[in-house]
């Protein structure tokens, strides 16, 4: 017995001399900034685009000289897309790991979990996709957010339907997240303010198969428009049974969301064309770099990418510029460095300021793409669009009946 | 009236795979007594299987039933052979370990698939995946139609099965009384593996026929296991014909709570209804026939 206690002590201050070398030493030449985003579960497609995304940068980031000549370091956490585990996993991030500050957040319910987290810990987080209102709007000064929030999300929608569809009457399709839900209610905003009627706005539960029930009561109230704020699967999924059911409104509109991957095209097939999204980002947009971000992706790992990648690039350069200008990196000082962020990116300008209800909130302009022949083109503001807006839309011809 | 009609409609084609997922569970329910808790996982591994041959090898995912069933049959007979059986020849383990011991195989199930497949999204694509044709106003899908009738025929085939051959009969008889059964002369251990089998068979029959419907992903299991145990509880447990109006009242129930009482309160009406049934019905459906009787 005795030899055993003794034998576990001895293994025990083995292991632990060990990692305190381990991380002592590490820690000289590098700079640790933790990322927490979703690689496996249900939303692991969009969390891998941002982690290779984040790659990118920071390989040319090191390959231009790292921080100050430290090498920057991203420790990429998986929070499966459920917020208990982003929670831990944060936790995990500043207590264990003592990362000088954190960035990432897809999913909104889990980035308002870790903005949670980071804010009780001091800890500067920047969001570069979590986008729900609340997750600046509740006065927590240590969270800055480089995309815009949802209810911004409809901006160059809600300008290209006062301009071009002028519709008179709209049904709202969302789904039950936080994401979904603060989306949807933004746009019905917007239709109050424009005098559309706001005919049905119903959520539905992620994940389901037969979204017919629903399309059959659209139907019957004939909107001019459908507007949904659906991720990718059921994205498609709304599209097809659309399709099928001959549901023909003047336009349908996607949220954001999954209306905007190359999957979409790829599992809605003829049901895709022509179908409208908000989008944040597109390659074509004039920003210096933009089109580059795109070729490079595109060459090293041979697939697409889209706004996401976009954002999680950008963020992964404004990281590395408020490090080089932090004084320290200290808390304090990576929280002084992000408040004077004035930065150029792939995803536009970058500047925290305080307006509406929100704090620490960069402003972006928003973009509506329209999938043409299968291909997703930039349509509206009309300065920036690559293709000419195709509307009106004979559904029926379009979707081959 | 259309949108009356509409919703009936997709709620009785939906119900018809619902159907097939409850009964492969209820026949593992009746013979065995256990709760089969990796049920939507082993629909998920005949998915697999079916995105498999149709995205590798271009067999239609109709055609792949024929691998996907046996494929699932062996895999369910396995499964009873080797990890639920010994539990059942230990008597100080409870019964309930065997449910226990079928949530770890469920979990076991997705993450080899999350291992092998990753957690993207897969669908396959069919020329026919969308199509649609119409009676007046009403669109019926033409997966979900076939998808129906494949679930009627595989359906009369199990009770043939179970009502003219002698391995039917004598799971029946196991169901119905195992001491007896065995005492008469039937083999028990090898109707219970069996009856895993056929279970298994079944609930892959359900997702292959899913599969130019819908996509799916490793965690897609879960849900279903829920639902089948619903349409279990709401047909009478271990019932088999309950297990076809327990789908079926299922698929309409949510299809009429999605239109008329909203889509995103589609999940809970499936569970108002099996808290009703345990609480007014706990006999399910089949109790009725039996309190008509007596």
New interface residues.
């Given amino acids: 017995m005795r030899v055993l206690k003794i034998l576990m002590v001895f293994l025990l201050s083995v292991t632990l001399c060990f990692t305190f070398g381990m991380s002592s030493s590490m820690a000289a030449g590098s700079v640790k900034v933790g990322i927490v985003l979703p690689l496996?579960?249900?939303q692991?497609?969009f969390g891998e685009v941002e982690k290779l995304s984040f790659d990118l940068a920071l390989e040319e980031i090191n390959a231009a000289g790292g921080i100050n000549g430290k090498k920057l370091e991203l420790l990429i956490e998986d929070d499966t897309g459920r917020p208990e585990v982003g929670r831990s996993v944060v936790e995990k991030l500043i207590t264990k790991d003592k990362v000088v500050m954190l960035g990432g957040g897809y999913s909104s319910s889990v980035t308002y979990a870790v903005a949670g987290v980071c804010q009780q810990n001091a800890m500067p987080f920047l969001v570069n996709t979590g986008s729900a209102d609340k997750i600046t709007t509740s006065g927590w000064d240590w969270i800055y957010r480089l995309n815009p929030p949802a209810s911004h999300y409809a901006d160059a929608v809600e300008s290209l339907l006062v301009a071009t569809i002028k519709p008179k009457s709209v049904a709202i399709?969302h789904e039950?997240s936080l994401f979904g839900t603060s989306g949807a209610k933004a746009f019905e905003k917007t239709c109050n303010n424009l005098g559309i009627k706001v005919l049905l706005k119903?959520?539905?539960?992620h994940?389901?198969?037969?979204?017919?029930?629903?399309l059959?009561?659209i139907k019957?109230l004939n909107p001019d428009i459908i507007y949904m704020v659906s991720y990718?699967?059921d994205a498609?999924?709304l599209m097809?049974?659309s399709?099928?059911?001959?549901l023909t409104p003047k336009m349908f509109i996607g949220g954001a969301g999954g209306f905007t991957l190359p999957?979409f095209v790829?599992?809605a097939?003829?049901?895709s064309d022509k179908v409208i999204s908000a989008t944040l980002w597109h390659q074509v947009l004039p920003f210096p770099g933009a089109m580059d971000y795109y070729n490079k992706f595109v060459a090293k790992y041979n697939r697409d990418t889209e706004y996401h990648g976009a954002e999680a690039y950008a963020a992964c350069y404004v990281i590395a510029d408020v490090l080089k200008r932090a004084k320290s990196f200290g808390n304090t000082d990576i929280k002084k460095a992000l408040s004077e962020t004035d930065l150029m990116t792939v995803f536009g300008q970058v500047k925290f300021g305080t307006w509406g209800k929100m704090i620490n909130q960069n402003k972006a302009d928003t973009y509506v793409v329209q999938w043409i022949d299968g291909k997703l083109e930039m349509v509206w503001p009309e300065k920036a669009s690559t293709k000419k807006f195709e509307y009106p839309v004979d559904w029926l011809k379009v979707w081959g009946y | 009236m259309?949108?009356l009609i509409?919703?009936l409609v997709?709620?009785v084609l939906?119900g018809g795979i619902y159907c097939l997922i409850g009964i492969g569970m209820s026949l593992i329910m009746g013979v065995m007594g256990i709760i089969n808790l990796a049920h939507g996982q082993l629909m998920m591994v005949a998915m697999y299987i079916t995105f498999v041959l149709s995205s590798y090898m271009h067999v239609d995912p109709y055609f792949s039933l024929i691998v996907a069933m046996p494929a699932l049959f062996l895999l369910g007979c396995f499964l009873q052979k080797y990890l639920l059986n010994p539990l059942m020849k230990i008597d100080s383990i409870l019964p309930e370990n065997q449910v226990l011991m079928t949530v770890g195989i469920g979990m076991v199930l997705a993450e080899i698939c999350?291992f092998i497949f990753?957690?993207?999204?897969k669908?396959v694509?069919t020329s026919y995946?969308?199509?649609?044709f119409?009676i007046g106003n009403i669109?019926f899908?033409l997966p979900m139609c076939i998808a129906f009738i494949f679930a009627i025929v595989i359906t009369l085939a199990l009770f043939w099965f179970l009502a003219k051959t002698d391995t039917g009969r004598s799971i029946r008889a196991t169901a119905q009384d195992k001491e007896a059964a065995t005492l008469m002369g039937v083999n028990s251990t090898r109707i219970t593996i069996i009856t895993f089998g056929l279970g298994s068979a079944l609930v892959a029959s359900a997702g292959s026929l899913?599969i130019p419907?819908?996509?799916l992903?490793p965690?897609i299991g879960g849900?279903f296991t829920l639902k089948a145990f619903v349409i279990c509880i709401l047909g009478g447990l271990g019932s088999t014909v309950g297990a076809i109006f327990g789908g079926l009242t299922l698929g309409i129930a949510e299809?009429?709570g999605?239109?008329y009482v909203?889509?995103?309160y589609?999940?809970m009406v499936g569970f108002v209804i099996f808290v009703i049934a345990l609480v007014f019905l706990p006999g399910g459906l089949v109790g009725i026939k039996r309190l008509i009787k007596s």
Avoid: H
């Fill in positions: 496996t579960g249900a692991a497609k399709l039950n119903q959520g539905y539960e994940g389901g198969i037969d979204y017919r029930p629903v059959t009561q019957r990718i699967m498609s999924l097809k049974q399709r099928e059911m001959k999957e790829e599992n097939g003829k049901a | 259309d949108v509409q919703t997709a709620g939906i999350r990753t957690s993207d999204y669908t694509q995946g969308g199509e649609a119409f669109s899908n899913l419907i819908f996509y992903f965690d849900p299809s009429l999605a239109t909203g889509m995103g589609k999940e």
